[in-house]
């Protein structure tokens, strides 16, 4: 996959950006689940994963939550959180659901999966790129691209100094298309950050990207050179929104 740093970012999700407490600090903290599945198992986790969908809903799950699958059967479940203490009381809500499920159903679901991760990130409103009017808005989002680039210490304060920049730029211009940046905690290496954006499929993302090309190449290519000398190493990924997976608390 081809690396445009600071121009190709990823969904984590679409995460949609949740509306708490957090924004008064301009910031949303997430958590990430991620479960990779056996590959003879898929369907089995695909038609499980749909019945706990269910489940959340029926039950009044207290957190809402976005599924993103990768090509390579990472599944990343994303909590849009408001501490760290509620990674506790999501899986104290999972418990009870898993009750109600039946022990031997929650026995055949860990069974479809090879092994599973979690981490958390920040995501930061201030370096983020988001119009008034987005283009796709976060609800037609199906295909998302991500970057995790870990970040010189020393250059850290340069690295955002560039993405400001770079928002400035685009907003002089009436730019629609979002990206959003966060900050990777727990279970990631640091000091990391995260990029991302999304289109409707994948046909609607690399043309909007070749757009952006055609329109801000070589305005950014010095912001680019810039961005670049922050970066100490970037890992780059694509995933698709599982929306029969997920569920959105009302």
Known sequence: ??????????????????????????????????????????????????????????????????????????????????SLKDIDAIEASWNKIMKKWGEEKAKAFGKTKSKNNSFTMTAMHELSYMPENPRPEIA????????????????????????????????????????????????LQTPSYIGWSYGKDVLDYYQQDQKFKDEFGEAFKPLNKRFINCIASVKSGEVFYKKAFSYVKE
């Open 1 to 82: 996959m081809k690396k445009r740093y600071l121009f190709t970012f990823l969904l984590l999700m679409a995460l949609s950006l949740s509306i708490n407490a957090q924004e008064k600090n301009n910031e949303q903290l997430w958590y990430c689940y991620v479960e990779t599945v056996h590959p003879q198992s898929l369907f089995d986790y695909q038609e499980m994963s749909k019945e706990l969908a269910v489940l959340a809903k029926e039950n009044d799950f207290p957190f809402s939550f976005y599924v993103w699958a990768s090509r390579d059967l990472d599944y990343e479940v994303w909590y849009p959180i408001n």
């Open 140 to 187: 037609e989002a199906e295909y998302l691209q991500y970057q995790e680039f870990r970040i010189i210490p020393a250059m850290q304060k340069e690295m955002e100094a560039v993405i400001k920049e770079a928002n400035q730029l685009l907003a002089e211009h009436n730019y629609n298309d979002p990206w959003y940046i966060g900050k990777a905690g727990i279970g």
